[in-house]
């Protein structure tokens, strides 16, 4: 099976606190002195991998990565301020260049959410770069945060997880960075990691008690322009797809058409056996990143293996819920809502719902032990 995998034609590494950027151009345009400025203005995305991402994922870890609770060791103070006990985190990361897609699917996709994957027309006018896998439980404890996973491994995506303890580990590597932080989390109670003790009924599955897990009230961001903020974020919807579908858009994934089937059911899909960790592969749990094929743009797990947080709320609304009919440019959605978008599929879901449109929602302050998250930051040039 071929998977169209970006070849670099013009290629530059940029080495900063640890952090691998891999960037390639497709020959239309030179780099400029910084390296950093986006390719020619087509609509389709450029991107490479780094050759040793399951590598630099396993040995980025400061120290275990056996789980533990929070404990008084860490400083009283923000909750995402540095407690000098940080270390950089080794990450590979995919430029995606500004562009232009359709968001959705067609009515005849199977699986295909009627509302919530309705096609519209999506511009991105800046290029970010975007984790070429999920955080892995080494990459979540280097920022001196416990790990909260149950299914342990350095190289496996950091679970139970929840979609304000991702800001958290955001900021602290913005800040680590020297970057502006895209969020204010003042008002966020609990410690990060706290709930889905064994005292609680579906503890090894999640845990959705807001008094006890850490959550936060109110408006979280500090940018108005989310795109605006130049240090580390969890992707809007759009972000996320855009980077998933990789310029797919002949099949429903980049390893090819899904045949429909009940969302009880798990059979065999063919085109996701080489890319995606599902109910028929899995053996009913997640796994190490990047052990599949990545998309062409280089970036693996966008199916399968963890759910991932979006920055998006959610009610099962099209993108053009406040504009119908009108094509969208860097949208955010809803400023307010209930439940965030997760995004990509997961290690136990029915194959045909593995897929880079179809979105799940819940509730942002519920951990769970299929959800992790893939962080993205603008480029501000």
Not at 49 to 72: C, F, L, M, Q
Not at 104 to 115: L, V
Not at 178 to 198: F, I, K, Q
Not at 320 to 346: C, F, H, I, L, W
Request: hydrophobic fraction near 30%; glycine fraction near 8%; proline fraction near 8%.
């Amino acid at each position: 099976m071929s998977t169209n995998i970006c070849k670099p034609l013009l290629t530059v590494a940029l080495w900063v606190s640890g952090l691998v950027i891999v960037a390639c151009g497709n020959g239309n345009s030179a780099l400029t002195d910084s390296d950093t400025q986006p390719s020619a203005t087509d609509t389709a995305s450029t991107a490479s991998t780094s050759t040793s991402i399951a590598d630099s994922a396993t040995h980025s870890a400061a120290g275990s990565t056996e789980p533990h609770e929070n404990s008084d060791t860490h400083p009283v103070g923000p909750v995402d301020a540095l407690t000098g006990k940080e270390s950089a985190p080794t990450l590979s990361w995919i430029r995606i260049e500004a562009g232009a897609f359709t968001f959705g699917s067609p009515e005849n996709y199977p699986c295909r959410g009627p509302g919530v994957e309705k096609e519209v027309p999506v511009t991105l006018t800046r290029p970010y770069v975007i984790a070429a896998t999920e955080v892995t439980q080494a990459q979540w404890q280097a920022l001196d945060l416990p790990n909260p996973s149950k299914n342990v491994g350095a190289d496996k995506p950091v679970t139970f997880v929840n979609f304000y303890e991702a800001l958290v580990w955001c900021n602290k590597l913005s800040l680590l960075e020297g970057l502006d932080t895209c969020y204010d989390l003042s008002t966020c109670t609990n410690p990060v990691g706290a709930g889905c003790g064994p005292e609680e009924p579906w503890g090894d599955e999640g845990c959705w008690e807001e008094d006890k897990n850490f959550t936060c009230i109110g408006e979280i961001h500090k940018y108005q322009d989310w795109y605006a903020c130049p240090g580390y974020r969890l992707p809007t919807t759009a972000e996320w797809e855009y980077a998933a579908k990789a310029n797919v858009t002949k099949t429903r994934t980049y390893g090819g058409d899904l045949h429909g089937e009940a969302l009880s059911t798990c059979s065999r899909q063919p085109s996701l056996e080489d890319i995606a960790w599902y109910c028929h592969n899995s053996g009913g749990e997640v796994h190490p990143v990047a052990q599949k094929l990545p998309n062409p743009w280089g970036l693996y797990d966008t199916l399968g293996n963890a759910y991932e947080w979006t920055d998006y709320f959610t009610e099962g609304q099209s993108l053009d819920y406040d504009t119908p009919g009108q094509p969208a440019t860097n949208p955010m959605g809803p400023r307010s809502g209930y439940q965030k978008e997760m995004r990509g599929g997961v290690f136990s879901e029915t194959g045909c719902y593995v897929n880079p449109t179809r979105p799940f929602g819940n509730t942002p302050f519920t951990r769970r032990h299929d959800t992790s998250f893939r962080p993205v930051r603008t480029i501000l040039e």
